[in-house]
């Protein structure tokens, strides 16, 4: 059985094509941190399961040549907020508020 998603979906279709392309991708079943993004690349690859693999595998790729693991294992161990970083006002204006 797999685990629940971490994004509660309007629509049931999402999460069996989100389970199906982590299935694809070999992704771990208790890491569900990509679960938002992989539901967006199925929309905006109207569903070709293919593709929208092709392109989560990529951006796996990109975000470790980035290192972006490391960055946000920093950004927890120092418990920064947005308001620590350069530009963040501009920043805060497209961002949507957490209640």
């Not at 907020?81 to 957490?98: G, I, S, T």
């Amino acid at each position: 059985m797999a685990a629940a998603s971490s994004v509660p979906w309007k629509d049931p279709k999402f999460f069996h094509g989100v389970e199906k392309v982590r299935e694809m991708c070999s992704v771990h079943a208790t890491n569900r941190e990509d679960d938002a993004l992989i539901g967006m690349m199925l929309d905006r690859f109207k569903w070709d399961f293919t593709k929208t693999v092709d392109m989560y595998n990529l951006s796996v790729k990109r975000r470790e040549e980035l290192g972006l693991a490391k960055i946000k294992q920093e950004i927890i161990a120092q418990n920064l907020k947005l308001e620590d970083f350069p530009h963040h006002r501009a920043v805060m204006c497209a961002a949507p508020r957490q209640a």
